[in-house]
Structure formats: C-alpha cells, structure tokens
C-alpha cells in the first residue's frame, strides 16, 4: 500500500515540475519602454531644462541608452535636457533586456528664452544710465539688463514702452538712441532701429502700438501719430491732441488712446479717428479684457466694459470710496501706465501709493488686499501702477527707496492673492532703475 500511495503522489507531481519546466523555458519578453516629460510638455525654452523620463512595463533589469540627434548623451532612467540654441530636436531612447530590445523617441522643440514671461522695463537715470529690461521667467529666474547682455549694447534712455506684435518687440526710448528699437520677440537680438526717420517728426515719443509693421502708432508731446516705416511717413491723427501720456490698447484691430474724458478709436490704415467714445470723467486706463474688448476707468472711481466691436460702453460699476484714490493720480507725477490691470473680471489698481485693491467686476467686490509696506522693505515710492499676470493671476509691485542714489534700492515684488491672505511669492531686489512699466508677453498673444 505504501508503495502504491507514493506512485499515486509522484504521478501527481509530474504535471506540476513540467509545467514550471514549460515557464523556465518561455522567451522573456522584450522590455516596453516609453518617454515622458515630467511636466507633461516636449518644449523648452533655450537655457531651461526639461526633466525626461524613461517608462518601462516590467520590473526586470534593463539598459538604457538616451540619444540626442543620434548621439548617445546619457544611460540613466533619468535624462535631463538642455539646449542653447532654438529649434526641433529629436530625442531616442533604446531600452534592452535579456529578451530584446525596445526603442522609443520624441521631439522636443526649443523656443525663445523670452518668448513666454515678464518684462519690467526701466527708463535709467537720465544722463547716468540708459534704459534696461529685466525678464523674468516663468519659474520665476530674472535675468537683469537681458537687451544689453543678448546685443551688447544699451538702448537709448528714458526707455517708456513695449509692444509686441508679428514676433517682434517693439521699444520705445527718447533720448540718446533709437526712437523705437526693434527686437526678435523670442532671443531679444536686434533687428532694427528708426531713428532718423523719426527725428523732428516726433518729440519725446512715451507709447506705442501696433496694427502691423506698416501701421505703428506712437503718442508723443503733441498727440497720436501714424509712423509707415515702408514710407518714413509720420502723420499726425487730428483730434488727438492732449492724448494722455499713458498706455493705448489694442483690440480688434483698432488703437484705442484716452483724451481726456474720451477714448478716441483708429482703425488699421486710417490717419484719422474713426470713432469716439465719452465716459463721465477723465479716463485713467484703458485696456484690452481678454475677450478682446476693453476695461476702461476713470478719475471718478468708475470701472466700465467697452464692446470693441460696436464702440458701446456695454455695463459699468463703481469702485468701494477707499479705492477711488488709486484711480486717480497726481497731476505733478502721474502714472504713464493704466489705473487698472485686469485677469478676467478681476481687476487691480493703486494708483501711486502702496496699497493694492481688487475689484471683481461679476460681484461689484472691492476689497483692500495689501498695503506693500507692510510686507516689503524700502518701499518709498510706487513707481507706476500695479500689474496682474493674466495667466497666474499673481500681480507685481514696482517700488524705490527714493530720489538720489536711493534708486538704486528698489523691488519688483510679487503678490498672491488666490487664498485668504497675501503672500509674497517673490521680491526681486535692485535691478531696476525707475521703472516705466511691467509687460506680460501673454496679453499680447
């Protein structure tokens, strides 16, 4: 009997040794591997680095060998990239195990270093220094005098302005150089100046805007121009005289510039205005919403939407009295940006002083969120208004210690107001000198 039990146990085991046999002597299978971006995006701007991972279906032991353009650059799961230079480049990734190989690739493309961020443009102290921007990107890195370290050489001073339109940065600067300095909207290498086309054509220039690279409009001392740089035709728009030394917004195809209690209309083209529209007090900003119409405001407190398309002041409201200050300005130093700034319907204004309001337009809210000082050191004058990233919602702050040498201490600081309390997220110190004004590339995409 026993021997009969252990031929009964061993026939059962059979089955089971031939089958784990049959697994032992199954082809392992070739490793599936892919590439992925740790941020979830194949594009980079030059200089930064984008973090690529590699992804395998199986936890067997594998090799992995990364190329870049076909060289090898790396046989880490990790490859960090990084590139100097603008344009596609083509990423391999070869995965091998015991049982074959795998291979994957991508292609990354490199942009502008300052194709997306923000720009804070300095006017530089007359007779000592000249203009300067500083970009700051969007992981927050400044880079300080970036038009001087990207051409090696200074613009002209009393820089006032930028406007960017057809991948191209148009600067505006009064003395001791180009009149408008022209520079690829993505690296900042120059492309051109105008000067003497524009010398005793247009006195003290401060804005500018653009329809296209034939229809440049520039307000001056005496009004609203029309510059054809194809021509060298400046021509001067009738009724624009006493145009506000302040920002003109484009939307739609058309200029809009404020003239006291107006904001007059030029369409693409025309050397004249083509409309006008009347608000109840002297206008203190006008810009572009982001459906492409306008935000107006006036020295009264009021805040209205303007309809691009019909000209219309389609709805208004009325800031809390607390903030009316920050639309107003003072007539010895006014602010040669707009009173308000705007991400949606939420808008931000304060004026020349060191607190910040927010009004949202849906609620009618007005609500003071900081007084700089309270939070910033040095702030002893605002230098031009607040404005807010359209994309982040994070709004910045420019300030100095004062007159004197005591320009050189100053902030650009950055607010977060999206929880109950304000956050400075950042404060950039001393890089700039008596800032003309803070430049999202996004509003002008």
């Not at 060289?71 to 091998?96: C, H, P, R, W």
């Amino acid at each position: 009997m026993k021997k009969f039990f252990k031929a009964l146990l061993y026939a059962c085991m059979v089955p089971v040794i031939f089958t784990a046999c049959e697994d032992d002597n199954n082809p392992i299978p070739a490793p599936k591997v892919k590439i992925v971006s740790t941020d979830g995006s194949f594009a980079v701007a030059q200089e930064d680095t984008l973090i690529l991972k590699a992804q395998l279906d199986n936890p067997l032991q594998t090799t992995l060998s990364w190329t870049l353009n076909g060289e090898e650059v790396s046989t880490d799961s990790i490859y960090k990239f990084v590139a100097s230079e603008m344009g596609n480049f083509q990423i391999g990734l070869t995965a091998l195990n015991e049982g074959g190989e795998t291979k994957a690739n991508a292609s990354i493309e490199v942009y502008g270093k300052y194709k997306y961020g923000t720009f804070v443009l300095s006017e530089g102290a007359m007779g000592k220094e000249p203009g300067s921007i500083d970009f700051i990107s969007p992981k927050g890195k400044v880079t300080n005098n970036a038009y001087e370290l990207e051409n090696g050489e200074t613009l002209g001073s009393i820089s006032q302005d930028i406007f960017i339109k057809n991948h191209k940065m148009y600067i505006v600067s009064q003395n001791g150089g180009d009149f408008i300095t022209v520079v690829n909207a993505e690296t900042l290498k120059k492309e051109k100046g105008f000067q003497d086309e524009l010398t005793g054509k247009v006195y003290a220039p401060t804005h500018i805007a653009i329809l296209d690279e034939n229809d440049i409009y520039l307000r001056d001392n005496n009004g609203v121009k029309r510059f054809n740089p194809s021509t060298g035709e400046v021509t001067f728009i009738e009724g624009t005289k006493g145009a506000r030394k302040n920002t003109m917004a484009v939307a739609k195809g058309k200029v809009f510039a404020s003239v006291k209690n107006t904001v007059v209309v030029i369409e693409k083209g025309e050397d004249a205005i083509t409309n006008t529209i009347e608000f109840e007090g002297e206008v203190s900003g006008v810009i572009k919403s982001s459906d492409d119409n306008l935000w107006v405001s006036d020295r009264n407190g009021k805040i209205y939407k303007v309809n691009t398309e019909t000209c219309n002041i389609s709805d208004s409201q009325m800031v809390s009295e607390e903030a009316k200050s920050a639309l107003t300005w003072s007539p010895f130093a006014p602010p040669s940006t707009p009173s308000i700034t705007a991400k949606g319907d939420t808008l931000y204004m304060s004026g020349l002083q060191s607190k910040i309001y927010r009004h949202i337009f849906s609620t009618g809210e007005t609500k003071l969120m900081v007084d700089a000082k309270d939070m910033v050191e040095n702030v002893g004058i605002v230098y031009n208004t607040v404005a807010v990233n359209p994309l982040t919602g994070e709004v910045i702050f420019n300030s100095i210690k004062g007159y004197g040498q005591d320009y050189k201490i100053n902030n650009i600081s950055v607010f977060d107001f999206s929880g109950e309390e304000a956050v400075l997220k950042a404060n950039h110190e001393n890089y700039t000198a008596f800032p003309a004004g803070t430049f999202f590339t996004y509003n002008f995409e």
